[in-house]
Protein backbone atom coordinates (compact mmCIF):
# COMPACT_ATOMS: atom_id res chain seq x y z
CA UNK A 1 0.00 0.00 0.00
CA UNK A 2 1.41 3.51 -1.10
CA UNK A 3 1.88 5.56 1.77
CA UNK A 4 2.91 9.50 2.21
CA UNK A 5 3.31 10.75 5.33
CA UNK A 6 4.35 14.45 5.71
CA UNK A 7 5.95 16.11 8.87
CA UNK A 8 7.47 19.40 10.00
CA UNK A 9 4.83 21.57 10.21
CA UNK A 10 3.88 24.31 12.28
CA UNK A 11 3.76 28.42 13.31
CA UNK A 12 6.94 30.10 12.33
CA UNK A 13 6.76 34.08 12.43
CA UNK A 14 7.38 35.89 8.57
CA UNK A 15 10.81 35.97 7.63
CA UNK A 16 11.67 32.76 8.93
CA UNK A 17 11.94 29.13 7.80
CA UNK A 18 10.92 25.94 8.06
CA UNK A 19 11.72 22.80 6.36
CA UNK A 20 9.02 19.77 5.87
CA UNK A 21 9.77 16.24 5.15
CA UNK A 22 7.46 13.35 3.53
CA UNK A 23 8.10 9.61 4.25
CA UNK A 24 7.36 7.55 1.43
CA UNK A 25 6.37 3.67 1.47
CA UNK A 26 5.31 1.05 -0.05
CA UNK A 27 6.09 1.72 -3.84
CA UNK A 28 9.49 2.34 -5.05
CA UNK A 29 10.04 5.67 -4.77
CA UNK A 30 13.32 6.33 -6.76
CA UNK A 31 10.99 5.91 -9.30
CA UNK A 32 8.74 8.70 -9.50
CA UNK A 33 8.70 12.12 -9.84
CA UNK A 34 7.59 13.76 -6.60
CA UNK A 35 6.03 16.95 -5.79
CA UNK A 36 4.67 19.24 -3.09
CA UNK A 37 1.04 20.66 -3.24
CA UNK A 38 -0.85 23.43 -1.45
CA UNK A 39 -3.57 24.84 -0.21
CA UNK A 40 -4.71 27.35 1.66
CA UNK A 41 -7.72 27.48 4.05
CA UNK A 42 -10.99 27.29 2.45
CA UNK A 43 -9.14 27.50 -0.97
CA UNK A 44 -8.03 25.66 -3.89
CA UNK A 45 -4.99 23.31 -4.45
CA UNK A 46 -1.59 25.20 -5.64
CA UNK A 47 1.04 22.98 -7.12
CA UNK A 48 4.40 23.87 -5.13
CA UNK A 49 7.44 22.07 -6.28
CA UNK A 50 8.73 19.12 -8.53
CA UNK A 51 11.52 16.80 -8.40
CA UNK A 52 12.71 14.89 -10.48
CA UNK A 53 13.69 11.08 -9.88
CA UNK A 54 17.57 11.73 -9.22
CA UNK A 55 16.31 15.05 -7.99
CA UNK A 56 18.62 16.47 -10.88
CA UNK A 57 15.68 18.20 -11.97
CA UNK A 58 13.76 20.93 -10.06
CA UNK A 59 10.76 23.15 -10.95
CA UNK A 60 9.29 25.92 -9.17
CA UNK A 61 5.96 28.34 -10.23
CA UNK A 62 7.04 31.98 -9.64
CA UNK A 63 5.17 32.22 -6.29
CA UNK A 64 7.68 29.97 -4.59
CA UNK A 65 10.75 30.49 -6.66
CA UNK A 66 13.86 31.19 -5.27
CA UNK A 67 12.33 30.83 -1.60
CA UNK A 68 11.73 27.11 -1.75
CA UNK A 69 13.79 24.00 -2.58
CA UNK A 70 12.72 20.48 -3.10
CA UNK A 71 15.32 18.21 -2.50
CA UNK A 72 14.88 13.91 -1.94
CA UNK A 73 17.09 11.38 -0.46
CA UNK A 74 15.92 8.02 -2.44
CA UNK A 75 18.10 6.04 0.18
CA UNK A 76 15.62 7.29 2.81
CA UNK A 77 12.61 7.16 0.33
CA UNK A 78 12.38 10.60 1.86
CA UNK A 79 11.26 13.81 0.05
CA UNK A 80 11.79 17.55 1.52
CA UNK A 81 10.76 21.01 1.02
CA UNK A 82 12.73 23.33 2.45
CA UNK A 83 11.01 27.27 3.03
CA UNK A 84 13.19 30.14 3.58
CA UNK A 85 11.66 33.70 3.93
CA UNK A 86 8.09 32.45 4.75
CA UNK A 87 5.40 34.99 3.77
CA UNK A 88 1.70 35.24 5.12
CA UNK A 89 0.44 33.74 1.96
CA UNK A 90 1.93 30.67 2.67
CA UNK A 91 -0.31 29.58 5.04
CA UNK A 92 -1.70 26.55 3.97
CA UNK A 93 -1.94 22.71 4.31
CA UNK A 94 0.99 20.99 1.97
CA UNK A 95 0.77 17.53 0.80
CA UNK A 96 3.46 15.58 -0.57
CA UNK A 97 2.14 13.98 -3.98
CA UNK A 98 3.85 11.35 -5.98
CA UNK A 99 3.64 12.12 -9.65
CA UNK A 100 1.67 15.51 -8.59
CA UNK A 101 -1.61 13.72 -8.38
CA UNK A 102 -1.86 9.90 -8.10
CA UNK A 103 -1.09 9.69 -4.30
CA UNK A 104 -1.15 12.39 -1.49
CA UNK A 105 -0.19 12.47 2.14
CA UNK A 106 -2.75 13.67 4.69
CA UNK A 107 -0.88 16.89 4.77
CA UNK A 108 0.49 19.30 7.31
CA UNK A 109 -0.13 22.80 8.37
CA UNK A 110 2.02 25.35 8.03
CA UNK A 111 0.38 28.82 9.82
CA UNK A 112 2.87 31.79 8.57
CA UNK A 113 1.98 34.64 11.30
CA UNK A 114 3.43 36.70 13.99
CA UNK B 1 0.80 29.80 -17.33
CA UNK B 2 -2.36 27.28 -18.41
CA UNK B 3 -5.46 28.48 -17.03
CA UNK B 4 -7.60 25.63 -15.90
CA UNK B 5 -11.30 27.34 -16.04
CA UNK B 6 -13.62 24.47 -14.28
CA UNK B 7 -17.80 25.13 -14.39
CA UNK B 8 -19.71 24.90 -13.22
CA UNK B 9 -18.31 26.05 -9.32
CA UNK B 10 -20.75 24.19 -7.61
CA UNK B 11 -23.65 21.57 -8.23
CA UNK B 12 -26.77 20.60 -6.27
CA UNK B 13 -27.65 17.05 -7.37
CA UNK B 14 -30.20 14.17 -5.42
CA UNK B 15 -28.61 10.93 -5.22
CA UNK B 16 -29.20 8.88 -8.51
CA UNK B 17 -28.72 11.85 -10.61
CA UNK B 18 -25.84 12.60 -13.49
CA UNK B 19 -23.88 15.15 -13.74
CA UNK B 20 -20.93 16.54 -15.62
CA UNK B 21 -18.60 19.21 -14.97
CA UNK B 22 -16.48 20.69 -17.51
CA UNK B 23 -12.84 22.30 -17.69
CA UNK B 24 -11.17 23.97 -20.16
CA UNK B 25 -7.12 24.74 -20.77
CA UNK B 26 -5.43 28.13 -21.76
CA UNK B 27 -3.35 25.83 -24.02
CA UNK B 28 -3.37 22.63 -25.51
CA UNK B 29 -2.84 19.89 -22.89
CA UNK B 30 -1.08 17.32 -25.51
CA UNK B 31 2.29 16.37 -24.40
CA UNK B 32 5.42 16.06 -26.81
CA UNK B 33 4.65 11.97 -26.32
CA UNK B 34 1.64 12.60 -27.15
CA UNK B 35 -0.49 11.66 -24.35
CA UNK B 36 -2.70 14.27 -22.42
CA UNK B 37 -1.98 14.43 -19.06
CA UNK B 38 -4.91 16.25 -17.81
CA UNK B 39 -6.45 13.93 -14.66
CA UNK B 40 -9.45 14.72 -11.91
CA UNK B 41 -9.30 14.45 -8.89
CA UNK B 42 -12.67 14.33 -5.93
CA UNK B 43 -11.38 16.02 -2.12
CA UNK B 44 -13.93 14.26 0.24
CA UNK B 45 -14.38 16.96 3.17
CA UNK B 46 -11.41 16.76 5.48
CA UNK B 47 -9.68 14.21 3.52
CA UNK B 48 -6.77 14.78 1.23
CA UNK B 49 -7.67 14.91 -2.16
CA UNK B 50 -7.55 11.28 -4.07
CA UNK B 51 -7.38 11.04 -8.13
CA UNK B 52 -9.92 9.01 -9.70
CA UNK B 53 -9.28 9.62 -13.41
CA UNK B 54 -5.59 10.37 -15.31
CA UNK B 55 -4.82 11.39 -18.62
CA UNK B 56 -8.41 12.20 -19.63
CA UNK B 57 -10.26 9.12 -19.24
CA UNK B 58 -8.36 6.36 -17.53
CA UNK B 59 -9.78 5.39 -13.94
CA UNK B 60 -7.93 4.56 -11.32
CA UNK B 61 -7.95 1.72 -9.32
CA UNK B 62 -11.06 0.72 -7.69
CA UNK B 63 -12.86 3.58 -8.90
CA UNK B 64 -16.64 2.80 -9.92
CA UNK B 65 -17.33 2.77 -13.70
CA UNK B 66 -20.24 5.51 -12.77
CA UNK B 67 -17.19 7.86 -13.42
CA UNK B 68 -16.27 8.83 -16.90
CA UNK B 69 -13.33 11.49 -18.46
CA UNK B 70 -13.45 12.77 -22.08
CA UNK B 71 -12.27 15.27 -23.82
CA UNK B 72 -8.95 16.41 -26.08
CA UNK B 73 -6.57 19.31 -26.54
CA UNK B 74 -8.20 21.85 -24.51
CA UNK B 75 -11.62 20.81 -23.76
CA UNK B 76 -12.33 18.15 -20.88
CA UNK B 77 -15.54 16.67 -19.09
CA UNK B 78 -16.11 14.83 -16.22
CA UNK B 79 -19.12 12.66 -16.11
CA UNK B 80 -20.58 11.21 -13.29
CA UNK B 81 -23.79 8.67 -13.58
CA UNK B 82 -25.89 7.59 -10.69
CA UNK B 83 -24.98 9.75 -8.07
CA UNK B 84 -23.85 8.34 -4.51
CA UNK B 85 -23.72 10.02 -1.09
CA UNK B 86 -19.71 8.63 -1.45
CA UNK B 87 -19.68 11.00 -4.00
CA UNK B 88 -19.87 14.08 -2.46
CA UNK B 89 -17.09 17.07 -2.52
CA UNK B 90 -14.92 19.30 -4.34
CA UNK B 91 -14.17 18.01 -7.78
CA UNK B 92 -10.94 19.61 -9.34
CA UNK B 93 -9.30 19.00 -12.62
CA UNK B 94 -5.24 19.25 -13.12
CA UNK B 95 -2.80 19.68 -15.62
CA UNK B 96 1.19 18.00 -15.45
CA UNK B 97 1.82 18.57 -19.09
CA UNK B 98 3.40 22.40 -18.50
CA UNK B 99 5.10 23.54 -15.83
CA UNK B 100 3.98 25.05 -13.88
CA UNK B 101 1.26 22.29 -13.17
CA UNK B 102 -2.24 23.92 -12.69
CA UNK B 103 -5.52 22.99 -11.24
CA UNK B 104 -8.82 24.21 -11.69
CA UNK B 105 -10.65 26.01 -8.90
CA UNK B 106 -12.80 23.32 -7.89
CA UNK B 107 -16.67 22.40 -8.34
CA UNK B 108 -18.48 22.00 -5.36
CA UNK B 109 -21.34 18.73 -5.44
CA UNK B 110 -23.84 18.75 -2.83
CA UNK B 111 -26.67 16.89 -2.38
CA UNK B 112 -29.78 18.80 -3.13
Known amino acids: EVQLVESGGGLVQPGRSLKLSCAASGFTFSNYYMAWVRQAPKKGLEWVAT????????YYPDSVKGRFTISRDNAKSSLYLQMNSLKSEDTATYYC???????WGQGVMVTVSS | DVVMTQTPPSLSVAIGQSVSISCKSS???????????LHWLLQSSGRSPKRLIY???NLDSGVPDRFSGTGSQKDFTLKISRVEAKDLGVYYC?????????FGAGTKLELK
Open chain 2, 27 to 37: QSLVYSDGKTY
Open chain 1, 97 to 103: ARRGTDY
Open chain 1, 51 to 58: ISTSGSRT
Open chain 2, 94 to 102: AQTTHFPNT
Open chain 2, 55 to 57: QVS
